[in-house]
T-cell receptor, first 113, second 109 residues
Framework: NAGVTQTPKFRILKIGQSMTLQCAQD?????MYWYRQDPGMGLKLIYY???????DKGEVPNGYNVSRSTTEDFPLRLELAAPSQTSVYFC????????????FGDGTRLSIL | RKEVEQDPGPFNVPEGATVAFNCTYS??????FFWYRQDCRKEPKLLMS???SGNEDGRFTAQLNRASQYISLLIRDSKLSDSATYLC??????????FGQGTTLQVKP
């Protein structure tokens, strides 16, 4: 039982490149979230999903896209990477609602140069 | 006013000390409160939920003060292994959970 799995763990991108951060969970949780965490800062919600086929914007969605075609997977896409998107990205899940404590993956460290 | 505010610290304390962190929040209708622990370059992990009546888990005590809109975390008999960043998480104005920036604790031998 892996819980929440994020890939890759580290990545360096050039400005303007695109990439997809993968998040997979095997807990059958309905709710999934993407956060970014800049140094010395709290987590900021990028996008979230309450179930397959349903996604919604969080606090900082600009420059990102998501999809949720299955319960298990919630990929985050960067279309045109910018230096401001250098951050640590965490995927999280909750079973039933946004007010429940979240279970996190171990993060993707992304640098854009 | 930020939705959730924490003193970033760092708090430097000797082993065995008692240390307390506060976290203020702006949404008076908040119903969900949590403390998370985050080790350096790791993911946040749930430390404890915070209940209206206050709750304790071993050396850790969490309290909620609705009148003044803050939650607190008290750590007794600090251990070296308690060194970490402690994140306050509160239901925000939009109904979603908001993370504070964290308070860093360093426990020294």
């Amino acid at each position: 039982n892996a819980g929440v799995t994020q890939t890759p763990k580290f990545r360096i991108l050039k400005i303007g490149q695109s990439m997809t951060l993968q998040c997979a969970q095997d807990m059958n949780h309905n709710y999934m979230y993407w956060y970014r965490q800049d140094p010395g800062m709290g987590l900021k919600l990028i996008y979230y999903s309450v179930g397959a086929g349903i996604t919604d914007k969080g606090e900082v969605p600009n420059g990102y896209n998501v999809s949720r075609s299955t319960t298990e997977d919630f990929p985050l896409r960067l279309e045109l990477a910018a230096p401001s998107q250098t951050s640590v990205y965490f995927c999280a899940t909750t079973p039933l609602g946004v007010h429940q404590p979240q279970h996190f993956g171990d993060g993707t460290r992304l640098s854009i140069l | 006013r930020k939705e959730v505010e924490q003193d970033p610290g760092p708090f430097n304390v000797p082993e065995g000390a008692t240390v307390a962190f506060n976290c203020t929040y702006s949404n008076s209708a908040s119903q969900s409160f949590f403390w998370y622990r985050q080790d350096c370059r790791k993911e946040p992990k749930l430390l404890m939920s915070v209940y209206s009546s206050g709750n304790e888990d071993g050396r850790f005590t969490a309290q909620l003060n609705r009148a003044s809109q803050y939650i607190s975390l008290l750590i007794r008999d600090s251990k070296l292994s308690d060194s970490a960043t402690y994140l306050c998480v509160v239901e925000g104005n939009t109904g979603k959970l908001i993370f504070g920036q964290g308070t860093t604790l360093q426990v020294k031998p």
